[in-house]
């Protein structure tokens, strides 16, 4: 008879805090929280990270995360992000943005941020609508797609077509590391975590700007239910925001994380 | 000897998403239709002794609910 111990194959993150998330069941957000807090630990970074918060439904992003925290007006996390990264250059710092705060009102923010190559970490949290004020149209929002904006789907000629974040973003010379991952299943969970860590990385290699855009869900404003909302992402969101590394500085390549 | 495993489940932070039971390989979760935690979701639970302590549903729960363990064999001291 051999005798055995209990090894702990996975706990809660140490730079969560002890808090119960607002955030509806099922809802990606919390898979998005939980990978920055695993990689921040693994890392060790946790004592010089600042995180910005945006308006959305992660606005209260601050009280989940052990670490300095401040919150951004609408849009504005970039622009804060520049003057905290500037003043602080050794501290770490990202953004964590929705569509409608990064794509939408925060769009030339995010578009400078890049250009100038400030040296910050964004993650970008594509649902494809406006979570937090009920449900309306974002940039990001597929064609045809109903919204309490668009009631009969979203028109393109009316409306425009969904703004692809990543590929805009890997286009300015300031960007060091710009890919898009997915949410919606364990493998891609996995994955999502490796872009995240590698993102820091670059910023910790002062590497320019890295954003790492997650697909990520909002059953409830989608209207459908969790599962279902994980087969949206996977067969109507995928095909219109292709996941992939759109950017990756020559000098992460052969990092191993 | 299969590797076995377990998982406990913290009420505090589950809300029954059932994200977990879909990914689960394994197929021992449930959601506990006899108890709710302090914000009234019916939580998570094993129902099976198969569990492997893969770890998959900690890797899917948005909020970091669960902890994983898997059983080690202990290596015996040499003398
Ligand atoms: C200056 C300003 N304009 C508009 C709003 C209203 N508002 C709050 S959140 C939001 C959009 C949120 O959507 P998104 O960024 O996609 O985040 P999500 O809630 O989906 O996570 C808007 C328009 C605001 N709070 N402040």
Redesign the pocket.
Known sequence: MVSTTAEVVYQRPESFTDVHTHYCPGCT?GIAHRLIAEVIDEMGLREKTIGVA??????FAYKYFKMDFVEA???RAPAMATGIKRVLPENTVFTY??????????MAEIMHAAARGENITVIF?????????GG?M?P?TLPGMKTTSSPFGRDVELTGHPIRMAEILAIMDGSGYIVRRSLHNAANIRKSKKAIRLAFEAQERGLGFSMVELL?S?PT?WKISVRDSMEFIADKMIPVFPLGDYKVSPSLEGLKV | MPVSGWIVVDDFYCKGCELCIEACPEDVLELDMDRLTPKGYHPVKMIEETCTGCGICAIVCPDAAITVYREKPVKQARR
């Open positions: 957000h945006p308006v959305g439904c992660s606005v007006p609408h849009g943005q929705g569509d409608g705060d990064l794509a939408s009102i925060g949290i594509n649902n494809a609508i406006y979570g937090m004020t309306q974002a990001t990520s909002c404003n």
